[in-house]
């Protein structure tokens, strides 16, 4: 008996298929595209299978979820890999060189298919790290994960924050849990781009912190000093600590949550600059429209809503409310300010984003040039053939006097 070419299955492209997509670097196959014979349909959610085109030339390893619109997840070139505690190890290590640039271990260590490992997030808070394994392939072999990310990091608390919408596609749990260590009691003081934010690693929004817009606060903070400055969304005050740190004249922070205002008042008490900071609790829209109405005029203003496009099918949806925010935070700049306007929803393109914004502004009677476009830092490594993976656009405009 002649031994199989490899120690997986093998799932088949259909002749119709785009093979020269994914042999050109796109890691997914979509279910629609497999031959989806008796024995491919017996494969088990997560299963590791060789992918081939039509023609049986092979195009990698992967996991497969054939019931679900992504059918295989392309993981390693080799079609014989051992994906094992080893093979994590070595993607982890890769990843953790590229963070060698952050002089502070507060960072997103791993970005899913932007560190070729698909569907796994990891953002470090120093010694603890947070881990979103949003795929049932990680699941099935989340001990080699654990046991990988101690190694390379000798971080010694790891959470597993089980929350991701992606988990429900897989049939995942939704759970936080603590897989080793012990959790923070307290908010993790967090230092970055001069400002001490506060992440609630347990009990906050996604792993606690958002780390892609680190170079963004940094381009907004550069012209804080002496400047009123109006943060709304403003989460645990990403940009408005980030302001203050730079020396705001005043940064005032909305935002719909109580648990994040009061995380942004516990950043400027650290920092000792609690004095220039107002929060408030509002509808980020019906602040807005208030501020517009009493003639706001911030020196700054910035917007950085949640995904209102996280879908194609949001899109059109996505972009009015876009609009909307671009029109009413316009009406609340200072003649000569600056208006930061970002979107992390990645089915909305950055051309997308920028027309609704400048249809908003356009609309507030304001005229308007582009300063700067901004996207993540590098601790959120991009697949070139995802846009999935570079969803953040950050624009900054100087409002025409």
């Excluded at 059109?316 to 935070?329: D, I, M, P, S, W």
Aim: with cysteine.
């Amino acid at each position: 008996m002649t031994a199989p070419p490899f120690p997986y299955p093998t799932l088949r492209l259909k002749p119709k298929a785009d093979a020269r997509r994914i042999r050109f670097g796109h890691p997914w196959a979509w279910a629609d595209d497999l031959v989806l014979d008796r024995r491919a349909r017996n494969l088990a959610p997560g299963a590791l299978a060789v992918l081939e085109d039509a023609d049986r030339q092979v195009l990698g390893l992967g996991t497969a979820t054939i019931e679900a619109r992504i059918g295989l997840r392309l993981i390693d070139a080799d079609p014989a890999a051992t994906i094992d505690r080893a093979w994590f190890t070595r993607r982890i290590a890769d990843a953790l060189a590229l963070r060698r640039i952050y002089p502070d271990p507060f960072y997103r260590l791993i970005h899913a298919e932007g560190d070729a490992l698909p569907g796994l997030i990891v953002d470090r808070f120093g010694d603890t790290l947070v881990i979103q394994p949003n795929a049932i392939w990680l699941e099935d072999r989340l001990e080699d994960l654990v046991v990988a990310l101690t190694g390379v990091t000798g971080c010694g608390t790891i959470i597993k924050n089980g929350q991701a919408r992606a988990r429900q596609a897989e049939g995942l749990p939704d759970e936080i849990t603590v897989l080793t260590g012990t959790a923070p009691d307290t908010p993790i003081p967090v230092p970055m781009t001069g400002a001490i934010y506060m992440a609630d690693v347990t009990g906050g929004q996604k792993t606690g912190l958002f780390f892609d817009q680190r170079p963004n606060h940094a381009f907004a903070a550069s012209f804080a000093p002496g400047a009123r400055v109006l943060d709304v969304f403003s989460h645990v005050g990403g940009f408005g600590l980030a302001c203050l740190a730079a020396g705001a004249k005043g940064v005032t922070c909305i935002d719909a949550s109580d648990d994040a205002l009061r995380l942004a008042q516990a950043g400027a008490d650290a920092m000792g600059v609690a004095g220039r900071l107002t929060t408030r609790k509002s509808d980020a829209f019906a602040a807005l429209e208030g501020i517009a109405a009493d003639g706001g005029d911030f020196e700054i203003v910035i917007a950085d809503p949640p995904a209102f496009a996280p879908s194609k099918q949001a899109l059109t949806q996505g972009l009015r409310a876009y609009e909307r925010v671009a029109r009413l935070a316009a009406s609340c700049v200072a003649p000569g300010g600056i208006l930061i306007l970002c979107s992390c929803s990645h089915a909305a393109d950055l051309a997308k984003f920028r027309a609704s914004c400048l249809r908003g502004i356009g609309r507030a009677g304001r005229q308007a040039r582009l300063i700067h476009t901004g996207f993540a830092g590098p601790d959120h490594p991009q697949h070139p053939a995802l846009t999935e993976t570079g969803y953040l656009k950050v624009l900054a405009f100087r409002l025409m006097p």
